[in-house]
């Protein structure tokens, strides 16, 4: 077979959703090992990182946008070691650990298949946990600060949700690029903040504290709610942008610009903030590590819980 590619006879595992509804409809299940085609890496994934995206899913809030058929293998990001490389692919190896965005869907697995193009190798001294940690909440608030938002130094940010997994890593995108920072967080969560940059915490549940924000150039909206406290945050001709809120272009006072965003692929963004990780310059957080079988009872908690991003264990 080509580039190692050999019959796989372990047993695979997955977390798979069956139907929209409750914590029922997510099962842990026996599966066929994917074989890489053209173009492809099978990965033995270590740790997969978890979203409150999958609850979304799950509920069929997102039925509209993302149609799916089941059963689907949920899970958007995964670090773990390369099995097995299909035809045309260079650049890996056999055993070489990498991380990697599959597209919302298909990280909960033993074995995973998937474009070799979305894989990024990880630099030794990097833990799988917080490699794991990296793709979807760092490139999230790096291209909603900079692609979209258009932070540069010397402006200021209002990052709405700083202490979760996105949050945590664009408080630190944004303090590092000069910009001056204040984030909302929960009050045990407010000294977490402080600590990764920002130059202000506000409790997020004090509305007498956020009224007193104000002339900010930028707000990152990451909780979708508490949109009518946080226009009066902008100065004239300021944007919001949200991660959460599809509708805030419609809701958006006349003097202020606002869009809703979802995150991309970009394999060079997300090699550089890999690295910039492994290099201790931006950390990663990783506040809870769930085991593979309890997968379908926490994704009902998603996005609460302590700061930092929650993994998924696959063994």
């Known amino acids: ?29 026996d599966v066929p ?18 979203n409150p995206f999958d609850r979304k899913l799950r509920s069929g809030a997102l039925r509209d946008e993302l149609p799916l058929t089941f059963p689907v293998t949920l899970g958007a990001e995964l670090a773990g ?20 965005w599959t597209g919302n869907l298909g990280a909960y697995a033993r074995l995973v298949a998937l474009g070799a193009a979305a894989l990024v190798p990880v630099p030794d001294g990097l833990g799988d946990a917080e490699a794991a940690a990296v793709p979807v909440a760092g490139l999230t608030a790096s291209q909603a600060l ?17 202490s979760g997994a996105v949050g945590s890593f664009a408080v630190q995108l944004a303090a590092r690029a000069g910009a001056t920072v204040i984030a909302t967080a929960s009050a045990p969560n407010l000294a977490y903040v402080r600590e990764l940059g920002a130059a202000r915490a506000v409790d997020y549940a004090d509305a007498a504290a956020l009224a007193q924000v104000s002339a900010v150039d930028l707000v990152l909206d990451l909780a979708g709610r508490g949109l009518d406290q946080l226009w009066p945050t902008l100065k004239p001709g300021g944007t919001l942008i ?4 599809f509708d805030v272009a419609a809701r958006a006072p006349a003097s202020l610009t606002a869009r809703a965003i979802q995150m991309h692929a970009d394999a ?10 492994a290099d201790g310059e931006l950390r990663a957080t990783v506040g809870r590590t769930v085991a593979f079988d309890d997968a379908a009872a926490v994704i ?16």
């Open 33 to 50: 090992a994917p074989r890489a085609g053209p173009g492809e890496v099978t990965v033995r994934v270590a740790v997969a990182g978890m």
């Open 81 to 100: 070691t390369v099995e097995a490389l299909g035809d045309g692919v260079g650049g890996l190896t056999v055993g070489q650990r990498v991380v990697g």
């Open 242 to 245: 949200s991660t959460a809120a």
């Open 268 to 277: 060079g963004q997300l090699a550089a903030l890999v690295r910039r990780v």
């Open 146 to 162: 900079f692609e979209h938002g258009g932070l540069v130094a010397g402006r200021t940010v209002l990052i709405h949700g700083g």
């Open 1 to 29: 077979m080509p580039n190692g590619q050999e019959t796989m006879m372990a047993n695979n595992r997955a977390v798979r959703l069956h139907g929209y509804g409750g914590p029922d409809t997510v099962t842990v299940d």
């Open 300 to 315: 009902e908690g998603l996005g609460a819980g302590p700061p930092g991003k929650t993994v998924l264990a696959v063994r």
